[in-house]
């Protein structure tokens, strides 16, 4: 081994040899990534809003901001925001201490019930909801007027109301996780301190527990407005036949509907540019408050809290929590499965109308759904192959190397965290339809690209913490021992690493495998995934085939999720001993 | 006058008996403490005198007022019990300023805002906290939280103070320090001390009184002199200090080490020596090294602790342990030596 390197060997530090060494070489490849996957379709965007010929015209993006349809999917998907936001932090909080500081029967099973709303795709959800409570033909408004002999609809879920009520249901799990964490790591003699200094629970609850809480409730109150703000899914299902837009939706009817037109464009980067700042500006005061409330991460010894015993109120509380899952959970997904084995829509739920036929259908003889599921298994596949080693690389440098540059890299680093799927999506049309030599539009390669660069954030996120894990004297330790630093990474650093990489992967696969929002604005007649297909498929009035497509899409996600328990399951403990 | 009274307390958590059948009575005014090593049940009794814990069985009482009883089923909860209690890893609140922590036992208590911050400035002041009680506790050291922790806790006046290895998480020099403080703390305010820990010589520096436990068993309570000089058991005697344990051969009044007769005997002067083949134990400074007379040893190994001269000494396959200063003409390494026990203590062979 050490014969190989020869005589040199002992020169051999970091980044031996005169300029260019291999950390300049990476550092370079990971700026050039992020450049062009990621920075150059951003900055198109913005100098598009921002630039007409030439100069910069900010009279006409007000102009444009003025007009009442933009302006009101601006108020829209503020109002949506704020709604979502709101109610998902009520029950996220209520629920989180429910599970963590009460006596509350079955809770290591309710906690993980309350992440399943997570899991499913909120568009899905929207569907099924549609199917419930629309004002016509919804199952449960006419099961209500039939039994009270009422003559209009009792809920309308094409409104504000029903948009903000479907995307709290699978958006409030942002809270519940952020506070149900920071509950369990709270040191407990934080609050047994305030117990023997005479406090009651109620009194400790508001001025002890609460207050060291709140940082991490806003931030999980955040994530929910940045993910709400610029959420497609159940506005463009709900709400585009009443004619409620939201920002993400009004872009995708400008970019839709008036075929590419420049004004359509214009309008469409000028909505994007908001987006962009709304989320970097959250993103920001997210990032705030996690520092401001690090202190009460340090944990003491691993002491039982506080628990309050709920006495009566014990099993109600069981029954509206299971009624919770029941409601947002089981119910949309049985009427999606159930619509979807229907001989036609609307005819009753007897057995002599459900069939496997329609699953068949799609599955073997139908080629549009057929394509749909096989790109969106090898778009998916293949973006989260090259953006999980690409992540690692990128990640690599910004944690582990010394190289001048790398501020560079850290702050594009950050850049993917605050770009929304719509935004991507339009930043890649502007990049990739021929301006600049390459013309991906219509192929699937301009979704592949997409993919990467939307999902590359959850590559970073898991790479870098998983490096942060490895300490630099492992490195360094093997570096002593006489390996390259090839070797180095070959031998100690990827070994360490591999449980977060495999979890990156994951992280990706199984949201691109579903995913909408980017899509929907970029397939091309042969290149519909399958989010694209159910969305396309429930749009031109195919009920029943979209329940069939989304049941076959839930039950990919189900496979999926049930994998990666198995796979982390048996990597992770490695990592924790 | 017992102040503190726990009669045959039993905690069990699941299949473990973490606390078995202990009795204590503690004085009013004392400095009691509870030392055993990690999962001895010394916090776990902590925690019920503070009422954090139930009681599987027996009674406990201040002042002749019942707290816990598990035969009536009776529990004061702690914010009821006005004691101080001081946490391992502080528990200072990082969110309210050194003065809100310390003033929130008392505006709990809805005291008058004069006597709050009449009484909220004493503790700080008795604390050395009075130039940052408007500062937020991350901006101070280990140190300054412990002391608000403490502030904290004497503000009330507690009869009885709790303290959870409240040194254990400050550095060595430190401690010692902090262990002044709190002696002087008590002087002032007269409250009843109840600690725990597991580092022998704060218990000794501390208290006037130490239970040592194990295994949730009370092993011995006595004065730290009596638990140096007379540990009741082999357990006592290895976890109260250095110690050396060799297995002997008595017969009438001489002893042999076991498996080394031609080192030679030595003289056993207690007569009292109730068996043949027991353990003696001895601390490494009590051991008598000279050239003449005692027991055939080789040095092994010698180090210098500063001071002291530290050697690992052979008789036969044993190895003693043996400290004398630096100012005693010092052995070699190699050289043999003679050694002697002029106050050994005898345990029955395990």
Redesign the interface.
């Known amino acids: 081994m050490t014969g190989a390197s020869g005589p040199s060997a002992p020169a051999g530090a970091a980044g031996n040899g005169p300029r260019f060494g291999a950390a300049e070489v990476l550092l370079a490849l990971s700026v050039v990534v992020l450049v062009v996957v990621v920075a150059i379709p951003v900055l198109l965007i913005f100098w598009t809003a921002l630039v007409v010929d030439g100069s910069p015209n900010v009279k006409e993006v007000l102009a444009i901001l003025r007009k009442p349809d933009t302006y009101e999917a601006l108020r829209n998907s503020v109002v949506i925001a704020a709604g979502v936001t709101f109610f998902s932090t009520i029950i996220g909080v209520f629920f989180a201490w429910l599970v963590s500081r009460t006596d509350l029967p079955f809770k290591e099973t309710m906690k993980l019930l309350f992440l399943v709303p997570f899991m499913l795709p909120s568009f899905i959800g929207a569907l099924a909801w549609k199917m419930l409570l629309s004002p016509r033909s919804g199952f449960v408004n006419k099961a209500l007027a039939g039994a009270f002999g009422l003559d209009g609809p009792v809920f309308d879920i094409y409104s504000l109301g029903g948009i903000i009520a479907v995307e709290t249901m699978y958006l409030f799990p942002f809270v519940f996780i952020q506070v149900s964490g920071a509950l369990e790591r709270m040191d407990p003699t934080l609050e047994e301190s305030a117990r023997i200094s005479g406090a009651g629970l109620l009194t400790i609850t508001r001025r002890i527990t609460l207050p060291l809480m709140l940082p991490s409730i806003a931030a999980g109150a955040l994530l929910v407005a940045l993910y709400s703000l610029s959420h497609f899914g159940v506005p463009a299902i709900l709400g585009t036949e009443v004619g409620i837009y939201n920002i993400p939706t009004k872009i995708y009817e400008k970019i839709h509907q008036s075929g590419g037109s420049f004004t359509a464009i214009r309008t469409g980067t000028i909505l994007s540019s908001i987006l962009v700042v709304a989320a970097g500006v959250i993103l920001w005061a997210q990032s705030l408050l996690l520092k401001a409330g690090r202190f009460q991460v340090i944990s003491g010894k691993s002491m039982r809290p506080m628990v309050l015993k709920l006495r009566g109120l014990k099993v109600p509380l069981l029954i509206l929590s299971i009624l919770y899952i029941l409601v947002t959970v089981v119910l949309p997904t049985v009427t999606i499965v159930l619509v979807g084995t229907l001989k036609t829509y609307g005819v009753s739920f007897t057995l002599s109308n459900m069939s496997l036929d329609n699953l068949k259908y799609i599955l073997f003889d139908w080629k549009m759904t057929r394509d749909a599921i096989w790109n969106s298994f090898y778009l998916s596949l293949g973006a989260a192959f090259v953006t999980m080693l690409v992540g690692t690389l990128i990640s690599y440098v910004i944690v582990k190397m010394k190289v001048r540059g790398k501020f560079l890299l850290e702050f594009l680093g950050v850049l993917p965290f605050s770009v929304p799927g719509t935004v991507i999506a339009l930043g890649v049309i502007l990049m990739w339809s021929g301006k600049f030599g390459v013309n991906l539009y219509n192929t699937a390669w301009i979704i592949f690209v997409a993919y990467v660069a939307r999902y590359m954030a959850f590559s970073l996120k898991s790479n870098s913490a998983a490096l942060e894990q490895v300490h630099d004297s492992l490195e360094e330790a093997a570096r002593a021992s006489g390996a390259t630093h090839w070797q180095a990474l070959r031998d100690i650093v990827i070994p360490l690493i591999k449980p977060g990489m495999v979890a990156a992967f994951f992280l990706i696969f199984l949201p691109a495998l579903r995913e909408l929002t980017t899509s929907v604005l970029l397939y091309g007649p042969t290149t519909r995934t399958i989010g694209v297909a159910i969305y396309t498929l429930n749009e031109d009035g195919e009920t029943v085939y979209a329940a069939t497509l989304a049941t076959v899409a839930l039950a990919i996600i189900v496979v999926g999720q049930v994998v990666i328990k198995r796979i982390t399951r048996t990597t992770v403990p490695g990592d924790q001993a | 006058m017992s102040h503190l009274v726990l009669s045959h307390v039993t905690k069990r958590f699941g299949r473990v008996t973490a606390v078995d059948d202990l009795s204590l009575s503690i004085e009013k005014g004392e400095c009691f403490s509870m030392l055993g090593p990690s999962g001895c049940g010394k916090t776990t009794t902590l925690r019920m005198i503070?009422?954090?814990e139930d009681l599987d069985e027996g009674e406990l009482s201040v002042g002749g007022q019942l707290l816990s009883s598990c035969v009536r089923n009776y529990y004061v909860?702690?914010?009821?019990?006005?004691?101080?209690?001081v946490?391992?890893?502080f528990?200072v609140?990082?969110?309210l300023s050194v003065w809100d922590n310390v003033a929130?036992?008392l505006q709990?208590?809805g005291l008058p805002k004069s006597e709050i911050a009449e009484r909220a400035g004493r503790a700080i002041r008795y604390t050395g906290l009075a130039s940052v009680e408007r500062t937020f506790p991350?901006e101070l050291s280990g140190g300054q939280k412990q002391r608000i922790?403490l502030a904290?806790a004497i503000a009330?006046n507690p009869s009885v103070m709790?303290l959870d290895e409240p040194l254990s998480n400050l550095d060595p020099k430190l401690r010692e320090e902090m262990r002044f403080e709190i002696k002087d703390l008590q002087r002032q305010f007269g409250f009843t001390i109840v600690f725990v820990t597991h580092d022998q010589t704060e218990a000794m520096a501390l208290s006037d009184r130490i239970l040592v436990m194990k295994d949730g068993v009370a092993q011995q309570v006595g004065t730290p002199l009596e638990i140096y000089r007379r540990p009741a058991s082999r357990f006592v005697f290895g976890f109260i200090g250095l110690s050396n344990f060799l297995p002997v051969e008595v017969e009438g009044g001489s002893a042999w080490v076991e498996g080394a007769r031609e080192a030679g005997p030595f003289p056993v002067s207690t007569g009292g020596v109730p068996g043949r083949r027991m353990t003696l134990a001895c601390r490494p400074s009590e051991v008598g090294l000279s050239r003449d007379t005692g027991v055939l040893g080789t040095v092994r190994r010698r180090a210098y602790l500063g001071d002291t001269v530290d050697y690992r000494i052979a008789i036969g396959a044993v190895e003693v342990r043996v400290q004398k200063n630096r100012r005693e003409a010092p052995f070699g390494e190699g050289e043999p030596c003679r050694l002697s026990f002029p106050d050994p203590i005898w345990y029955d062979r395990e």
Not at chain 2, 77 to 85: L, S
């Open positions: 503070a009422g954090f909860p702690p914010e009821k019990r006005n004691f101080g209690m946490f391992q890893a528990a609140w990082p969110h929130f036992p709990i208590r991350n922790a904290r009330i709790l």
